[in-house]
C-alpha cells in the first residue's frame, strides 16, 4: 500500500511511501485490541476509592435501648450499617486494577489497530516539520491544511518535541505523541493517524522486532 507524503501545506512533495503490510496490513485480532485497550483503561485508574465500615465509623458505642420489651427490633450500635450515619456493607477499599498483559500480544493489538486505519484509509503520512515557538494557531492551520480541522487526530512524530507538544495541547482533539509512546488505545481513540515520514522506520522496527 502507497500512500503520497504531503507538506504541511497539504499539498503532495511527489514521494510516496509504501506501507509495511506486515502491520499495516494484516487480518485485525479484535480480541488483542480489546485486552490492550482494557489494560490501557485499568492502568489509568486511581483506585483510591474508599468508604467506612462499621468498625471505622466514630460514634458512641452505648446500646440504643433496651434489648427486649420495645416493640422493635435490638439494636446495638450506632454505628450499624441500618441507621443514618452509620458504616457501609461491603463499601469500595483502595485496590490496584492494572494487570499484565504479554508484549506479543500487545505488538499484534498495535498492528491491528494500524491494519484497521489503513483499511479505512484514515493514515495521512507527512513529511518531517518543526514549529520554531509554541504556536496553538500554527498548529491549527496546519490541521485545516490537512482537511483535518476539528477531526480527532494522532500525530505521530518520530522523538519528543516540545513546541509541536505544546502547540496541540490546546487543542481538545489534537494529540502528539512519539512513534516509542504510540498505543493501541490512542490509535483507535483518534479519527484519523498523521504519521511524519521519519516516524514510520522507528514504528516498524518497534513492532517488528
Do not use: C, H, I
Given at each position: 500500500m502507497e500512500l503520497p507524503v504531503l507538506q504541511v501545506s497539504g499539498a503532495e512533495t511527489g514521494r510516496k511511501v509504501s506501507l509495511n503490510t506486515e502491520i499495516?496490513?494484516?487480518?485485525?485480532?479484535?480480541h488483542a485490541i480489546y485486552l490492550d485497550v482494557k489494560q490501557h483503561m485499568a492502568n489509568k485508574r486511581q483506585g483510591t476509592h474508599k468508604s467506612k465500615e462499621r468498625n471505622e465509623v466514630s460514634g458512641t458505642?452505648?446500646?440504643?435501648?433496651?434489648?427486649?420489651?420495645?416493640?422493635?427490633?435490638?439494636?446495638?450500635?450506632?454505628?450499624?450499617?441500618?441507621?443514618?450515619g452509620g458504616g457501609r456493607v461491603f463499601g469500595p477499599r483502595p485496590r490496584d486494577y492494572s494487570f499484565k498483559l504479554n508484549k506479543k500480544l500487545k505488538r499484534v493489538a498495535r498492528i491491528s489497530a494500524l491494519s484497521y486505519k489503513a483499511k479505512n484509509d484514515n493514515i495521512r503520512i507527512l513529511e518531517d516539520f518543526n514549529l520554531e515557538s509554541p504556536k496553538t494557531k500554527q498548529y491549527a492551520e496546519i490541521m485545516k491544511s490537512l482537511s483535518l480541522g476539528g477531526i480527532k487526530t494522532l500525530v505521530v512524530v518520530s522523538e519528543a518535541n516540545k513546541n509541536l507538544y505544546l502547540s496541540s495541547r490546546n487543542l481538545e482533539k489534537n494529540k502528539v505523541v512519539t512513534a516509542a509512546e504510540l498505543n493501541t488505545y490512542d490509535i483507535l481513540n483518534a479519527s484519523n493517524l498523521v504519521l511524519t515520514e521519519i516516524s514510520l522506520p522507528i514504528i516498524e522496527n518497534n513492532l517488528l522486532k
Open positions: 499495516f496490513g494484516t487480518e485485525p485480532n479484535d458505642t452505648k446500646k440504643l435501648k433496651r434489648q427486649k420489651g420495645t416493640g422493635g427490633a435490638r439494636a446495638g450500635s450506632m454505628k450499624s450499617p441500618l441507621f443514618v
